[in-house]
């Protein structure tokens, strides 16, 4: 049931671009993204619920599948601001929220 | 908009002593609250959900449970705990009948000793 990411760990240098997948074996509801910097709480990047759908905010973006079974979260131009762990998650049905088994990214100068 | 409250930020116990972990939410009503934990530069593993009041489903059999005396309190507890219940302990919020984004607490990094 957990979303499978990959690729496991990135290293980057600053203004390098970066994609994260998560896949699924079903039909996702919908898909969020997180970053968790260490010893911190995961904070919200965005979500998505329809299949096909593209969003993004300022060099962060991420897209949906027309299946709904995989998401991929692309990161242009990294900033270190960057680093840190990416979590994709889903829900299984109205209730229950997993995570995927996260990215760990890191970027240097 | 919501907010979580969680303590303890720290917490060393020794093997065999109880537990109890305390998350409230602010800003909304009838959440659902969940319980996580994280192994040291692993995933976050659910252990619990509530959808309400009394309500909690269990993910993964161990010696932790959870209660949900009020609509925004949602306790972690262990009558006695192991070593292998050292982690990162994580409350979050998701505002039920929406897809929204949820929302977590600062954590609890609980070491057992």
């Known amino acids: 049931q957990q979303p499978v990411q990959s690729p496991q760990a990135v290293i980057l240098r600053e203004g390098e671009d970066a994609v994260i997948n998560c896949s699924s074996s079903?039909?996702?509801?919908?898909v969020h993204w997180y970053r968790q910097k260490h010893g911190e709480a995961p904070v919200f990047l965005m979500i998505?619920?329809?299949?096909?759908e593209q969003k993004g905010h300022d060099k962060i973006s991420a897209s949906f599948n027309e299946k709904k079974q995989q998401s991929s979260l692309y990161l242009t131009a990294s900033q270190l601001s960057y680093s840190g762990t990416y979590f994709c998650?889903?829900?299984?049905?109205?209730?229950?929220?997993?995570f995927g088994t996260g990215t760990r990214l890191q970027v240097f100068p | 908009s919501q907010t979580i409250h969680q303590w303890p930020a720290t917490l060393v116990q020794p093997v065999g002593s109880p537990l109890s972990l305390e998350c409230t939410v602010e800003?909304?009503?009838?959440?659902?609250l969940y319980w996580y934990r994280q192994a040291a530069g692993r995933g976050l593993q659910l252990l619990f959900y509530?959808?309400?009041?009394?309500?909690i489903s269990s993910e993964v059999p161990q010696n932790l449970s959870a209660s949900r005396p009020q609509d925004r309190q949602f306790i972690l507890s262990s009558k006695k705990l192991l070593l292998s219940d050292s982690g990162f302990y994580l409350c979050?919020?998701?505002?039920?009948?929406?897809?929204?984004?949820?929302?977590f607490g600062q954590g609890t990094r609980l070491t057992v000793v």
């Open positions: 998650g889903t829900e299984i049905g109205t209730d229950k929220l997993i």
């Open positions: 079903k039909a996702l509801y919908s």
């Open positions: 998505l619920l329809k299949g096909g």
């Open positions: 800003g909304t009503s009838n959440p659902n």
């Open positions: 509530s959808v309400g009041i009394g309500q």
């Open positions: 979050a919020c998701l505002l039920r009948g929406r897809v929204a984004e949820a929302f």
